[in-house]
């Protein structure tokens, strides 16, 4: 399966983005997708997981409220809806898979928020 991240930008304090990811290869159904950050000098963090079949999520405790999880079935994606930024969520997320006993990451998106 195969992972593509997209939808990162430059934002200000308060502004919002989407990032999607989009898998190929195989179907994501019945899998947990997560989307992970890490930035510069620091070790990459969970922030936001579904369970794509049954739309069970959770979140990091600092974006609770603010980041929204969701799954696409019909298109194959799952799509991490950012709001009320912050610099301090400034750094390239990636999104994962555990499928079939392997841990899968797509290539990242950078998300920079300015203050």
């Known amino acids: 399966v195969q992972l593509v991240e997209s939808g990162g930008g430059l934002v200000q304090r308060g502004g919002s983005l989407t990032l999607s990811c989009a898998a190929s290869?195989?179907?994501?159904?019945?899998?947990?997708i997560g989307w992970f950050r890490q930035a510069p000098g620091k070790e990459r963090e969970g922030v936001s997981c579904?369970?794509?079949?049954?739309?069970?999520?959770s979140y990091k405790d600092s974006v609770k409220g603010r980041f929204t999880i969701s799954s696409d079935n019909a298109k194959n994606t799952v799509s991490l809806q950012m709001n009320s930024l912050k610099p301090e969520d400034t750094a390239v997320y990636y999104c994962?898979?555990?499928?079939?006993?392997?841990?899968?990451w797509g290539q990242g998106t950078q998300v920079t928020v300015s203050s």
């Open positions: 579904i369970t794509v079949g049954s739309n069970r999520s």
């Open positions: 994962n898979v555990l499928y079939r006993r392997t841990n899968y």
């Open positions: 290869g195989d179907r994501i159904d019945d899998y947990a």
